[in-house]
């Protein structure tokens, strides 16, 4: 029987590059594509970029762990309040104010950094703002992705190409931070990001979107995150793939916050070691990526979720272990692949068994599980580190991250009981319920 669609039998069938990248033919998802791209290598070149700038400053592990607690902590406590305001307000405008935000925090810190005035507190300061923009930003954006691609049928293939596109700015933008801290100093590498925002700014403005209202709602906004709360937290498969990005969140991701302990200290090297430490994650991250969208049954809940889990928490902890820097790049390259697919799959089944008048509510509470954890295991890390060494304290943390896919795994066959029905309803995404299906029932039969 020949496939129907647009795309033709040969793209639904194969795996080739049309196939890869389908999710573009959406006119408004390929202006995101590209603009939301080279914002994002901005943005790590930034990340990188302050990293080296308060350790350079201070020295203290301690603090590196306190500067990423302060970016990352209001996605903690605003991030559920920002999953009603996606739901009830125009995502789209949303999502223009918080770059645009965004690009002035970025000016600010570089306008500090080149009057030669910067101290931590400033960068403390300017990351609770920028954390305060993209705890309302994350939810907003996510939740944007099914508004923009519209046929449920490559949902999956276009958040694997966002995070694809996340992980490709992830592989540039540390690298050349790197070289532009080493000739020019961390505030190029500022004003260079605040730049890249117009991109995407400009790519949603140019937009063509269907005139859509948000539906009128009378219940206290209290009363929707309750009603949220009780939604997610309620289903077994939704709480326990937040429960476990929370702990790999929690556990495993503060490991970005400790590179430059290890490319100064363990692996004597400078900002370009710490950049490359950075990118390698991402080659990593990326390969998983385009393997996600290259398959047409992306999400493989049974096997794929618990393996890519377990590949992570290995890489780290090998990782902390490596005092080569061949080894270290390809150990992270093997973490960052665990990592990237694990939390795309989480994404991905999010987005397609979710309500659509809840969908803002929960990916936020997928942000929050994701960026909202990491403040906390940021500064645990900081103060751990101060007192057994980064490499013992990123080695826990991946044996963490293992330990919860094992866990995952052993539930799986529950999860695959309650989530059929559901895939029974969603008749308009096939290839999406056999992937699960197959998946489920090959865990379920490996585990008997």
């Keep these: 029987m020949r496939t129907r669609g647009p795309y033709g039998p040969r793209v639904m069938r194969g795996l080739g590059l049309d196939n890869v990248f389908r999710a573009l033919h ?12 080279i914002s994002l290598v901005g943005t790590w070149m930034q990340h990188i970029a302050m990293s080296w700038l308060v ?51 970025a000016f600010l810190l570089a306008l500090l950094t080149f009057s030669g005035i910067v101290a931590v507190w400033h960068v403390i300061l ?15 954006r996510h939740s944007f992705i099914f508004d923009m691609v519209e046929r449920k049928e490559i949902i999956g293939n276009a958040v694997a190409l966002n995070s694809a596109m996340f992980n490709a700015a992830r592989l540039i933008g540390p690298s050349v931070a790197g070289v532009i801290i080493a000739v020019a100093g961390e505030g190029w590498c500022f004003l260079l990001n605040a730049v890249s925002f117009i991109a995407v ?13 948000p539906a009128r709602r009378r219940a206290h906004m209290l009363a929707e995150l309750r009603e949220g709360i009780v939604y997610a937290f309620g289903f077994a498969p939704i709480r326990a793939i937040l429960l476990l990005v929370s702990v ?21 090297g400078g900002p370009w070691t710490l950049g490359f430490l950075m990118a390698s994650a991402g080659v990593g991250a990326l390969v ?67 309500d659509d008048d809840k969908r803002g509510r929960v990916l936020s ?13 940021s500064l645990f890390a900081g103060m751990l580190a101060r007192a057994v060494g980064a490499p013992l304290t990123l080695a826990l943390g991946g ?12 539930r799986l066959s529950a999860l695959k009981v309650i989530l059929h029905p559901i895939y029974g309803r969603l008749g308009g995404i096939p290839a999406v319920i056999s992937g699960i299906n197959r998946a489920t029932e090959l865990s379920a039969a490996e585990e008997e």
């Design 399 to 410: 044996m963490a991250c293992i330990a919860a896919a094992g866990v995952f795994a052993m």
């Design 55 to 105: 350790y350079r400053l201070t020295g203290s592990p301690f603090l590196l762990g306190l500067v990423a607690f302060s970016s990352q902590i209001p996605a903690f406590i605003l991030g559920p309040f920002s999953g009603v305001l996606a739901d009830r307000w125009n995502r789209h405008r949303i999502l223009i104010v918080t770059q645009t935000l965004a690009m002035i925090q």
């Design 248 to 268: 790999c969140s929690l556990m495993g991701m503060p490991y970005m916050v400790l590179m430059p302990v290890f490319a100064k200290d363990i692996l004597h």
């Design 365 to 377: 509470f997928f942000a929050t599980a994701f960026m909202g954890m990491m403040p906390l295991g």
């Design 201 to 213: 700014i400009w790519s949603l403005l140019i937009m063509r979107l269907p005139a859509r209202l």
């Design 126 to 140: 300017l990351g609770i703002l920028l954390g305060c923009v993209n705890s309302i930003d994350i939810p907003a």
């Design 26 to 37: 959406a006119r408004n998802f390929r202006l995101f594509f590209a603009g939301q791209g």
């Design 288 to 354: 998983g990526t385009l393997y996600l969208a290259s398959r047409q049954g992306i999400l493989r809940l049974g096997r794929m979720m618990p393996v890519a889990t377990a590949i992570f928490g290995a890489g780290l902890t090998a990782f902390a272990f490596s005092r080569a820097l061949w080894l270290s790049l390809g150990l992270l390259c093997v973490a960052g692949f665990g990592m990237m697919v694990q939390m795309a799959l989480s994404n991905t089944i999010l987005q397609v068994v979710v």
